[in-house]
Nanobody, 124 residues
Framework: QVQLVESGGGLVQAGGSLRLSCAAS????????MGWFRQAPGKEREFVAA????????YYTTSVKGRFTVSRDNAKNTVYLQMNSLKPEDSAVYYC?????????????????WGKGTLVTVSS
């Protein structure tokens, strides 16, 4: 079973930036798609970004397009989420997830492993 550990969350002012990292255990990281999801208090978990196993294909939810960038370094077994121009509505616990295949998906049901999350708080 793969282990996913997120880091990089914290408190930032609106307009600021954060970079989240997700380190994965195991030797097969490079063959799976990865995704980022978030859950704000009182809300359902929602898709944020996904990246295919090659890193060529990426997907974003509309609200973060142009502000967030997902990337991966297969040599380091790590996926990143660069978040710029942060807004208070981006505040949430951010979760890293591994896809069931190498094809990126926006569907949480297409993920088979989840990290414990990292908290992002954006102050106005």
């Amino acid at each position: 079973q793969v282990q996913l550990v997120e880091s990089g969350g914290g408190l930032v002012q609106a307009g600021g930036s954060l970079r989240l990292s997700c380190a994965a255990s195991g030797r097969t990281f490079s063959t799976y798609a990865m995704g980022w999801f978030r859950q704000a208090p009182g809300k359902e978990r929602e898709f944020v970004a996904a990246i295919s196993w090659t890193g060529i294909r990426t997907y974003y939810t509309t609200s973060v397009k142009g502000r967030f960038t997902v990337s991966r370094d297969n040599a380091k077994n790590t996926v990143y989420l660069q978040m710029n121009s942060l807004k208070p509505e981006d505040s949430a616990v951010y979760y890293c997830a591994r896809g069931k295949t190498g094809v990126a998906t926006t569907d949480s049901n297409g993920m088979d492993s989840w990290g414990k999350g990292t908290l992002v708080t954006v102050s106005s």
